[in-house]
């Protein structure tokens, strides 16, 4: 049974570190998601690569988020300086088109980020 | 924009008390619409693609519908484990892979 697999599940760190969380996609899939989610703004799509490129990081905030894909196994997302706001959970989600339809996406576990 | 608006909130029903979730939408060219059911502490997992407006798909007591304008998930004669929050979301022509997520149905269902 194929699962995105995320860690860790739960990280608490103190403001202004750095946080680094790890995804890896559904083998086969080369569509890869990062997404937020809180009570206030639900779900939220922070990034997306296609083919390890990246096509859009519209929703990232560009001075302290960054992601990157550095093979096909493997997507990271990093905080750094983390802030209390960021606190949150971080969903990695892998995807297909199949048929040349709409990209189905399946998400990982997530991560618990807690940031004092 | 994008819009998704899903109703009501919150869903309380008795176990075998069917019922239906409303998912109303706007967005400028559909690509495809879809339903997740979350669980808590967990990521949403993936029920439906819906592409076009008269599709129905089913999954054991599940059934989505989808028209222009808005998307129905059916319960039929629902199980305590049937409970969960249940997530829309659309994917316009336009914005790539991106997809809009509603708010999100909680469902409670009592045995």
């Known amino acids: 049974d194929a699962r995105v697999t995320q860690t860790p599940r739960h990280k608490v760190t103190e403001m202004g570190q750095e946080v680094t969380m790890r995804c890896q996609p559904i083998l086969g899939h080369n569509t890869v998601f990062w997404y937020r989610q809180t009570m206030m703004q639900g779900l939220e799509l922070l990034a997306y690569?296609?083919?390890?490129?990246?096509?859009?990081d519209s929703g990232m905030p560009k001075d302290r988020f960054s992601a990157e894909m550095p093979d096909a196994t493997l997507a990271t997302l990093k905080i750094q300086p983390s802030e209390p706001r960021d606190s949150a959970v971080y969903f990695c989600?892998?995807?297909?088109?199949?048929?040349?339809?709409?990209?189905?996406?399946?998400f990982g576990p997530g991560t618990r980020l807690t940031v004092t | 924009e994008d819009q998704v608006t899903q109703s009501p909130e919150a869903l309380r029903l008795q176990e075998g008390e069917s019922s239906s979730l409303n998912c109303s939408y706007t967005v400028s060219g559909l690509r495809g619409l879809f339903w997740y059911r979350q669980d808590p502490g967990k990521g949403p997992e993936f029920l439906f693609t819906?592409?076009?407006a008269g599709e129905e798909k089913e999954k054991e007591r599940l059934k989505a519908t989808l028209t222009k304008k808005e998307s129905f998930l059916h319960i039929t004669a629902p199980k305590p484990e049937d409970s969960a929050t249940y997530l829309c979301?659309?994917?316009?022509?336009?914005?790539?892979?991106?997809?809009?997520f509603g708010e999100g149905t909680q469902l409670t269902v009592n045995p």
């Open positions: 979301a659309v994917q316009a022509e336009t914005s790539g892979s991106r997809l809009t």
């Open positions: 989600a892998s995807g297909l088109r199949p048929g040349g339809g709409a990209y189905e996406q399946y």
């Open positions: 819906l592409y076009s």
């Open positions: 690569f296609r083919n390890r490129a990246p096509l859009d």
